[in-house]
């Protein structure tokens, strides 16, 4: 029988999909320390969700331990269509096309999802293709199709992300198809909702008034992963029930240099409002094939924790990886022993961060004398009176 892991209090969310959607490898992840299943519906289908939705809550069950269900929406994000052989090799240099027709792509043109796409752009403009691993420069837009050259070249397949930083997409965060998973989700009674794409508070509104339409009030989860986002992240960190700090779409959004500052700074202030934050996307990408993370993972995943987030995501690691089970494990690991040297200065840190761009309110200030007497005086429990869960968090 395996030793159980060291305690610990940040939450492990884990995103489920062909390497671990069976009842056994789910039992398995849920002794690892999965304390939330993330369903992505940017893929799979709603009878396929259905089918997996009650695996995880009679593996929950019979293991004894409460396992929250995440739908993650999927937004409006841009995505390339099918290529045919693939995957095709871009050259810098090279002319590449993008259009709006339904074609099967290859080394010299590929389709969008994005119909809109040669209306938003101009020449001069940057496309970023692949996570950002491949970049393009508009030269022309001719009908359906905008014309560029490779400015970095790379590997593309079928169905990879496509980027516009910058550009008005003029389009909303909140779409039908979202309405749609929307729905099922919430008669599936899932715990949370993520909303792919936020840029406004009044995305979020749009969520709840959908929800609102079928008599439910989902905990809304804002998927922070545009600049525009980053523009309006205060009234979205009023309107959202909790954040999440998507890495991927944002690390091509803003400069790949900024991003552990951004990181910071959004936990830091979603501490301040008693917002449960997530970081997520490469948290322990190296596990996908490899049986042990790189040391600057491990790092990036204790320096979250450090910074104050309440959960820690694997996306393809326990999606699509070799080893499923063994990253859980890892984060667990690496959550228990970082919280176990965590000192109390560094939550004062994490509060002086914080108010270098929030004013604090009467409820941080009650906050900041708790924590000083706690510091000051052992304490093995605190009691917080509350009817919503408000003021503990």
């Given at each position: 029988m395996k030793a159980a892991l060291p305690a610990h209090k940040t939450k492990i969310v884990a995103t489920i999909g062909p390497a671990s959607e069976s009842p056994e490898m789910l039992a398995r992840l849920i002794r690892a320390g999965m304390d939330v299943a993330r369903l992505n519906f940017s893929h799979g289908n709603p009878s396929k969700h259905a089918e997996i939705i009650p695996r995880i809550r009679d593996a929950a069950r019979e293991i004894g331990r409460r396992v929250a269900i995440m739908a993650d929406l999927p937004g409006p994000k841009l995505r390339l269509g099918k290529i045919d052989p693939e995957p095709i090799q871009l050259l810098p240099g090279a002319h590449f096309t993008l259009t709006s027709e339904d074609i099967v792509g290859d080394v010299q043109h590929v389709s969008t999802s994005f119909e809109h796409l040669p209306r938003v752009v101009k020449p001069g403009d940057r496309i970023f293709l692949n996570d950002g691993l491949v970049q393009l420069v508009v030269e022309r837009i001719s009908g359906n199709d905008v014309e560029c050259v490779v400015a970095v070249g790379g590997e593309l397949r079928s169905r990879k992300g496509l980027n516009l930083p910058g550009v008005d997409l003029g389009i909303s965060a909140f779409t039908e198809r979202d309405r749609a998973c929307l729905e099922f989700a919430l008669k599936q009674g899932v715990d949370a909702v993520g909303q792919s794409f936020v840029e406004r508070a009044a995305d979020i509104h749009a969520v709840r008034a959908?929800?609102?339409r079928i008599g439910a009030q989902p905990f809304v989860i804002a998927k922070i992963e545009r600049a525009d986002a980053l523009a309006h992240f205060d009234e979205i960190l009023a309107a959202a029930d909790g954040i999440m700090v998507a890495r991927g779409d944002l690390g091509v959004e803003v400069p790949i240099e900024e991003i552990a500052y951004t990181q910071k700074q959004l936990i830091a202030k979603a501490n301040l409002a008693g917002r449960p934050v997530i970081t997520a996307t490469q948290m322990l990408e190296s596990m996908v094939s490899s049986r042990l993370p790189t040391r600057a993972e491990a790092t990036d995943v204790a320096n979250a924790i450090l910074d104050g987030t309440d959960c820690v995501m694997l996306s393809g690691e326990s999606a699509l990886g070799d080893f499923p089970e063994e990253s859980v494990t890892m984060l667990a690991k690496i959550a228990a022993f970082t919280e176990a040297h965590r000192s109390r200065r560094s939550f004062a840190a994490q509060r002086e961060f914080a108010q270098q761009a929030t004013t604090m309110s009467r409820?941080?200030?009650?906050?900041?004398?708790?924590?000083t007497a706690l510091?000051?005086?052992?304490?093995?429990?605190?009691?917080?009176?509350?009817?919503g869960g408000t003021v503990a968090r």
């Open positions: 959908a929800a609102a409820g941080d200030h009650m906050a900041s004398v708790v924590e510091d000051t005086v052992p304490c093995d429990l605190l009691l917080v009176p509350t009817r």
